[in-house]
């Protein structure tokens, strides 16, 4: 008989800790309980926790990775210390930035849905996502005119472009960038009845008008209208010296070079297209649709932007020998060796 009884009052214990952890389970969690305006906390299981920090720490250490990868290569080498590949080293150093900071910090609020960080690092980190973002803008559309001129006016790229005068322009575009960033986020304000645990800044109406000309509408277009004035030239070029070829004529050097400026120019296009491709629809979004970062379509936009940060190095490996043969000296130690 008092067995019978302890069997159920063990059973009975079991079922009054299953009713409690499903009451724990069921009961909204905040970001800060102790604090009275604290947001709400989103659920996720054990496995959903561990599935997205492990996704998102190899995408993160991937991109750091590929963009290390280049920025070694082009700094090391000298042979490379060319002023286009100063302008993709510039890019490299945002990417890599992307992959260092924003993405582990992205990370931790998306899947934590919680800012743990304070509003003063929540503006500072503004200011580096704003940043890499405006930086790598700068450099393709100084990507854009170093190929243009190389393209359309051979004769004078020597001349006009120099590595001295573009490590200048990067360094002033990365400072003008910087200016503007700071600029924006210290007129920003928190969003009205936002919870504490919220990293969501309002853009005023006058820094919005502005900053779609500045960073969307002249950028794109200068960068468009460049490429497709390249592409042109480049065609006919290409058509003159195969022509010149079939013909059993002899090609000149200079034929040759622009044969491979057009080739370059090409290999810079597609990284280009790529990265308008990845920041215009999350851009679009922002500007006509007054949405929550917190929205699934937002977040999913956002993170495909990041990811273009991954793909540059994988297009300069597909296209650039130059890269295959500096990552391979890299890997197996090489570079040590190298003068």
């Not at 990370?107 to 500072?124: M, Q, V």
């Not at 200048?168 to 009205?192: D, E, G, H, L, T």
């Not at 979004?285 to 990811?307: C, D, H, K, R």
Request: with cysteine; hydrophobic share 50%; glycine share 4%.
């Amino acid at each position: 008989m008092k067995g019978q009884e302890g069997e159920q009052h063990r059973l009975l214990t079991g079922v009054d800790l299953l009713m409690a952890y499903e009451k724990d389970d069921h009961e909204t969690q905040y970001c800060f309980p102790a604090i009275n305006s604290s947001c709400i906390k989103g659920k996720r299981s054990i496995h959903e926790y561990s599935f997205m920090y492990l996704f998102f720490s190899l995408l993160s250490a991937w991109t750091m990775f590929l963009n290390l990868m280049v920025i070694i290569s082009i700094s090391h080498f000298k042979k490379l210390h060319t002023p286009t590949n100063l302008l993709i080293l510039s890019l490299a150093v945002a990417d890599l930035l992307v992959g260092l900071i924003v993405m582990p910090i992205e990370a931790i609020k998306l899947i934590e849905t919680c800012w743990y960080f304070g509003d003063t690092f929540c503006r500072l980190f503004s200011i580096i996502f704003g940043l890499c973002f405006s930086a790598s803008l700068s450099n393709l559309v100084l990507i854009a005119v170093d190929r243009y001129v190389a393209v359309c006016h051979p004769l004078l790229y020597p001349q006009k472009i120099t590595t001295a005068r573009t490590l200048i322009i990067v360094q002033i575009c990365w400072f003008c960038s910087f200016v503007y960033i700071f600029a924006i986020v210290i007129s920003m304000s928190n969003r009205k009845f936002a919870c504490y645990g919220n990293c969501n800044l309002l853009i005023t109406f006058a820094w919005k008008i502005t900053d779609l000309f500045m960073s969307f509408l002249f950028p794109c277009t200068v960068i468009i209208t460049l490429y497709l004035r390249i592409f042109y030239v480049a065609q006919r070029q290409v058509k003159v010296i195969n022509s010149l070829v079939k013909a059993g004529k002899c090609v000149t050097e200079g034929s040759v070079r622009r044969k491979s400026e057009s080739k370059a120019a090409l290999t810079l296009g597609i990284i280009v297209t790529v990265y308008l491709f990845c920041w215009i629809p999350y851009f679009i979004l922002t500007l006509i649709e007054n949405t929550e970062m917190a929205s699934t379509t937002a977040y999913i936009l956002l993170w495909i932007s990041y990811i273009n940060s991954g793909l540059n190095p994988l297009i300069y490996a597909l296209f650039y020998p130059w890269f295959q043969m500096s990552v391979k000296h890299i890997l197996t130690l090489r570079i040590f060796k190298t003068t």
